[in-house]
């Protein structure tokens, strides 16, 4: 049971922090940028490559959030501000057009190689028959505190506000003198610079690799969308969820159910399992977990 929770948690760490940052921006500019997981994957590759280079991994991981950051808002106002004027739809074909260009730009600069993370080898943490890597407390511990700070930002300060009220009710917002741009400018920051973090995270247990933005896109979209479009802390206990349902079909063992034809499901199914509860939430609650905190916000 330990280690279901411990695996749960270490999930929901690869996944919060850049599904945060999917609804976060949702919710000011209401279509879901699907080219935000490849702000993780590129953020991956810069700290790696800076951690190659001899920068320290705090200082790889900052300058990694900085310039994906600086590359989600001139993204905005170059691409996507202008195409969402001739609606959602066009915005959503912008976004994979995007998405597409990012993975190009990757693959022709860094290779198709997975890129591993220079960083010295450590002995995994026994707690019963339970086992997890300092690497992975480090990725729970910093997204835990990342979201405590995340939340206070939001609801104790004048800027989550007014991120608030933007959200709400735009063109009320723009009428009370808030600045929309740069509210929006950054939102696109902050969020651009979380999926660089939450890349390197994931790479800091595994490694980066191209298609790591792809393999995020649907869990993030069925954590974003359970939580609520638009509903930042939503999307956290989406991705709990999520991880939740992945750790438990992969480590269950199906061997008293299926006449020892198997015992447990393949990797390669987390995702439909990830699905099949994001339908049935969906069935039940169409606008997600927490929609009334969508209205709300």
């Not at 995020?216 to 206990?237: C, D, K, T």
């Amino acid at each position: 049971m330990l280690q279901f929770i411990l695996d749960t948690l270490i999930r929901t760490s690869d996944l919060a922090l850049i599904a945060v940052g999917l609804s976060l921006v949702y919710g000011l500019v209401k279509f879901p940028n699907i080219a935000h997981v490849q702000y993780a994957m590129m953020g991956a590759f810069i700290s790696g490559y800076l951690l190659r280079a001899g920068a320290p991994l705090w200082l790889a991981g900052l300058l990694s959030c900085a310039l994906i950051g600086l590359l989600a808002v001139v993204l905005h106002h170059l691409v996507f501000r202008r195409l969402l004027r001739s609606g959602p739809a066009h915005g959503m074909i912008g976004a994979l057009a995007v998405s597409m260009i990012l993975i190009a730009a990757v693959l022709g600069s860094a290779g198709s190689a997975p890129l591993t993370y220079p960083l010295p080898v450590s002995r995994a943490w026994t707690w019963g028959d339970a086992l997890i890597s300092p690497a992975q407390i480090g990725s729970i511990a910093i997204t835990a505190l990342l979201l405590a700070l995340f939340t206070l930002l939001l609801f104790n300060t004048s800027l989550g506000r007014s991120i608030r009220a933007l959200a709400g009710n735009r063109e009320l917002a723009a009428a009370s003198g808030l600045n929309a741009d740069a509210i929006t400018n950054g939102v696109n920051f902050l969020s651009g610079g979380l999926a660089a973090l939450g890349g390197t995270l994931l790479s800091m247990n595994t490694s980066a690799y191209v298609n790591q933005g792809n393999d995020l896109l649907l869990p993030i979209l069925a954590a974003a969308i359970l939580g609520g479009l638009g509903n930042p802390l939503g999307a956290v206990m989406g991705a709990l969820l999520i991880a939740a349902t992945e750790t438990l079909v992969i480590s269950f063992d199906f061997s008293g159910l299926s006449w020892g034809l198997f015992s447990f499901v393949p990797v390669t199914y987390i995702n439909a399992a990830s699905f099949i509860i994001l339908i049935i939430t969906l069935l039940l609650r169409p606008y997600g977990l927490f929609h009334r905190e969508v209205h709300r916000v």
